[in-house]
């Protein structure tokens, strides 16, 4: 299957994700008055970090990052942080896997051949530039936080702005946060856009801006001596083009159910999203003891996704300077009401349709653990964050057998008896590691 | 339709139960007379208000996590080495739970004034204390002049000026 | 669409619920001297701001959910 495209949009990053306090600057506040061995009631903070993560047969980046923050007498503070990501490997193209070993092409012209029942890949290499810059100003109870976002891909671009009050009650008791932001993200694809589920018919004109508008309520509250807890909910309306116009669908023929024909996906120009996140944090014993961070998130939106999220933390200190926290996380999703692993010649084209696997069935488990350090002499700290993440889905296609036995061009190459899988596993890794000065 | 209701009733509890807190802290009135108090000291010793009286008293409760009590610590010192000899004596009440963790914080900051142990907080708690750093001046004869909480250098000087009045006769 | 709909009334009125009760006397009021545990930085509700970001990062380009933007609080409530 020939493919003329370059690289796909493979993760929006920087929209919706950073709208909403993401980017707000960390409140300076607990750390005046920490028994840890804090970097002190600086002036300045500095955040250095460098992502390494790579999808076993897929895709790697690498994304290093720098923040500085700054308190002022006043209180206020002022943060920017600057990040860069340079991703290259293979990304699903939508199609299915097929019996017979498989050719894409991008459109540097760079050949891929894909072996008989793995999901076709095609080659990409992007990188992406993003800042953000907050300002964060205590009013008595209440701190005002506003911050704006920018990010660069070669044919991405993404700008935001948000604002988040937080009030402060009880002496911190109780915190009470209100936001809200916006983004527009602008996508002019590679070759110019095409018409949703046709095999290529151009759009005619650029894609309409993806505009998000984002609300953010919650509340946190001290429990006990050793409880603290919150619960926050989260809206999100995405409007505009929200297609990913690399991805592709296959049409298979009814009788040997081989792919016949490959359309583009389309999705809706309207998406709503609701999340609720419910967050307990509990520490054992006394000072020194462990400490256990436990949340779980609910979500939901009118594409018919809906998802459960479990995390837990366990941070076990070793000593005053050294301290581990393994991680562990379940996601279990439920596909959107226009996802389909294929279509089928001679049944009705849907109004919408993708086969992009984010919005299939899909579980992901992670498994991890992050090691904090001081080295002795070295101002600054230190900490190290290794993953696993095994990613999975349901959804075999199953062929005739006599589409299984001829020979072909390709130099036939059947497996499974004429199984594939759709959603085969993932493994990712990733590597993180920050430090942390304060001056 | 249900979601009226629904909203009407949440909203309901919502601010039912955000009144509660507030209600709860309305019972700490302002305190007139200092509480009598006997806790043990450094050494050995017992610190009691029964053996202060007639002096200028200045309750200071701190614990060695709080911030702020670390940065009041040089300025309780200074105030006491100014006034001492006027009748003036600086008690700063430790909350901490473990001696060992006040101890750790004495031993980097000097404290060269009384300083009594009240790991349980029932003397914290017959003050009223609220925040954390609390301080209370307390005249000769017992009555709470006045009361701070937190630990800021821009009223400090404001503070001391009471002190000086306090210890004048 | 209707029964979602429904589904995300009730969840959203479980949700007041669970904000109205966190926020409610139920729980005793902490006392001032009990926050030492809490004055601890990593008690926190998000443990690391970095690993957050990044984990929202990564999740949003392998999964289809997006929120959880986490909340403050705690302390040890020092003026």
Known sequence: MQLDRRSPLRARLGAAACVLLASAPAAPAAADTSTDPAPGASATQLELSGLVYGEKGRTDVLEPTVRVTRLFANGQSLTAEAGFDAMTGASPTGGVASLRTQTTTSASGQSTSIPASQVPTAMFRDQRESFDLGWSVPVGPFTATTGGHFSHEKDYRSLGANAVVTLDLLQKSVQLTGGAGMNRDRVDPVGGAVRGLTPGDPLGTAPDPKRVTSMLAGISRVMSRRWLAGVSATREVERGYLTEPYKVLDVLDPATLETAQQLREKRPELRTRTSVLASSTWHFGDAGGDVGYLNYRWYTDDWGVRSNTVDLKWRHDLDDRHWIQPHVRGYSQRQADFFRYYLVQGEPLPAFASSDERLGPLRTVTVGATYGFQVPNLPGEWSVRAEYLHQWGPGKLTRPQAAVAGGDDDGGDAANGGTVDLMPAVHIGSLLVSYSIGF | ?169 | MRTRMARTRSALAALLLALAALASGCAATIKPWDRDLLAQRKMKLVPSDREAATDRHVYFSKEGSTGGAGVGGGGCGCN
């Not at chain 2, 002096?55 to 040089?74: E, H």
């Not at chain 2, 900051?109 to 009223?128: I, Q, S």
């Open chain 2, 1 to 169: 339709m249900k979601l009226p209701r629904i909203r009407a009733g949440a909203i309901a509890a919502l601010v039912v139960a955000l009144s509660s807190p507030a209600a709860v802290h309305a019972r700490t009135a302002p305190l007139h007379q200092a509480p009598a108090f006997s806790l043990p000291g450094r050494g050995g010793g017992v610190i009691a208000s029964d053996s202060l009286r007639g002096k200028v008293v200045y309750v200071d409760f701190w614990a060695s996590w709080c911030g702020p009590c670390r940065r009041s610590f040089p300025w309780l010192a200074e105030l006491q080495r100014k006034y001492g000899d006027r009748g003036f004596q600086v008690v700063a009440v430790n909350l901490d739970k473990t001696r060992d963790a006040a101890d750790a914080f004495l031993a980097k900051l000097p404290a060269p004034f009384a300083v009594a142990f009240d790991p349980d907080g029932r003397t914290a708690e017959a003050f009223h204390v609220s925040a954390m750093p609390s301080s209370f001046l307390v005249g000769r004869d017992g009555a709470v002049i006045e009361s701070h909480t937190g630990f800021d250098p821009k009223r400090a000087a404001i503070i001391e000026k009471r002190v000086a009045e306090a210890c004048a006769p």
